[in-house]
């Protein structure tokens, strides 16, 4: 279904709440296995936790959000080609 936006509910030092140490480990391994949770050891953590599975489905909706920013087709070698043509052209012209 369409992602839903980030809250950023999770801890920050604006609030001066400190996460607990399972929260900071998890977080802290999280780039390493945000990829693969289910398979991972933080799984329970993350089942147990509403700040860090909050966290994670803020990080998926970034991630999707910023996929939604690429090129869906990579340009055919005509385009690069006229581009690299044009280029040459203007080129020219500041030479002469």
């Not at 399972?22 to 780039?31: A, M, S, T, V």
């Not at 998926?60 to 920013?69: E, N, T, V």
């Amino acid at each position: 279904g369409p992602a839903t936006p980030p809250t950023f509910p999770f801890w920050s030092t604006r609030t001066g709440v400190e996460p607990d140490m399972r929260c900071r480990e998890f977080q802290k391994d999280l780039p390493e296995i945000i990829d693969h949770l289910e398979a991972s050891d933080a799984k329970g953590h993350l089942n147990s936790c509403s700040k860090c599975s909050q966290l994670v489905a803020d990080l998926k909706f970034i991630s999707q959000s910023a996929r939604l920013l690429l090129p869906l087709v990579e340009p055919s070698p005509k385009v690069w080609a006229a581009i690299e043509k044009s280029v040459s052209l203007v080129n020219d012209k500041k030479q002469a």
